[in-house]
């Protein structure tokens, strides 16, 4: 076998792919075993909150036909909005998945060619930690940009266009319409349709750079608070 330069190349790729498997599979494997994984409910930030309490007022009888009326008490109205939520979310994961949307779309910002530029920060091994990244839709195709950091960028009202007539929005799109999604229209989302959205306005919500994504810079006035509450300057400056 090792006479000839093909058998040294075969020996060789099985080196390589041992090792491949090894790093990229095995090692991060025994790394993230016991770190927990957070439910939906954990995923119930402020940024989704608000995104789903949007579309009670953007489509109230769609939302009500679907939620019901929320509670007049504020810690039971509190209660009833993040379960509701993360139902949606559940949902609304089940369905993007169903109807293949990860195939045009990724869900993984690369740490090469500059992505960050174009979507967002690189993903990060944490934010795939939850029920709602089981799979991972990292995607091998762009047909349609990358979701990772969808959230926030556009109102609920352009995605349910987007949704049910792509092309009135984005020329020449070989998206399919998804009109079983709503009641006839774009302004009746059915529950499929509001369970989508809320998914879809969750995509990177759990960033400090949201919803500007790539040109996010820290808050100077942040900086300034943190740098003030540091234990150096507490102590005057002194070393």
């Keep these: 076998m090792f006479e000839n330069k093909s058998g040294i190349l075969l020996v060789a790729g099985f080196i390589f792919f041992g090792f491949a498997f090894v790093s990229n599979a095995l090692v991060p494997i025994?790394?993230?075993?016991?770190?927990?994984?957070?439910?939906?409910?954990?995923?119930?930030?402020?940024?989704?909150?608000?995104?789903?309490?949007?579309?009670?007022?953007?489509?109230?009888?769609?939302?009500?036909?679907?939620?019901?009326?929320?509670?007049t008490q504020p810690a039971e109205r509190e209660a009833w909005y993040n379960a509701n939520c993360a139902a949606a979310l559940r949902l609304g994961r089940k369905i993007y998945t169903g109807e293949a949307c990860w195939h045009c779309h990724s869900q993984f910002v690369r740490p090469v060619s500059n992505e960050e530029r174009r979507w967002g920060p690189v993903s990060q091994s944490v934010?795939?930690?939850?029920?709602?990244?089981?799979?991972?839709?990292?995607?091998?195709?762009?047909?349609?940009?990358?979701?990772?950091?969808?959230?926030?960028?556009?109102?609920?009202?352009?995605?349910?266009?987007?949704?049910?007539?792509?092309?009135?929005?984005?020329?020449?799109?070989?998206?399919?319409?998804?009109?079983?999604?709503?009641?006839?229209?774009p302004d009746k989302p059915n529950a499929r349709g509001l369970a989508?959205?809320?998914?879809?306005?969750?995509?990177?919500?759990?960033l400090e750079s949201y919803p500007d994504y790539e040109n996010y810079e820290p808050s100077p006035i942040l900086k300034f608070t943190a740098d003030a509450a540091s234990p150096k300057a507490a102590a005057g400056g002194q070393p």
């Design 30 to 71: 025994l790394m993230y075993r016991n770190l927990p994984e957070k439910t939906a409910e954990e995923l119930v930030n402020g940024n989704v909150r608000y995104q789903f309490e949007d579309l009670a007022r953007r489509f109230p009888e769609a939302f009500e036909k679907t939620y019901g009326k929320p509670p």
């Design 196 to 206: 989508v959205l809320t998914y879809i306005q969750w995509l990177g919500s759990w």
């Design 127 to 185: 934010e795939y930690q939850n029920e709602l990244q089981r799979p991972v839709l990292f995607g091998t195709r762009r047909v349609g940009p990358d979701l990772s950091r969808e959230g926030g960028r556009r109102s609920s009202d352009w995605h349910a266009v987007h949704l049910f007539q792509p092309k009135l929005l984005s020329e020449g799109s070989p998206m399919p319409e998804y009109r079983w999604f709503f009641e006839g229209s």
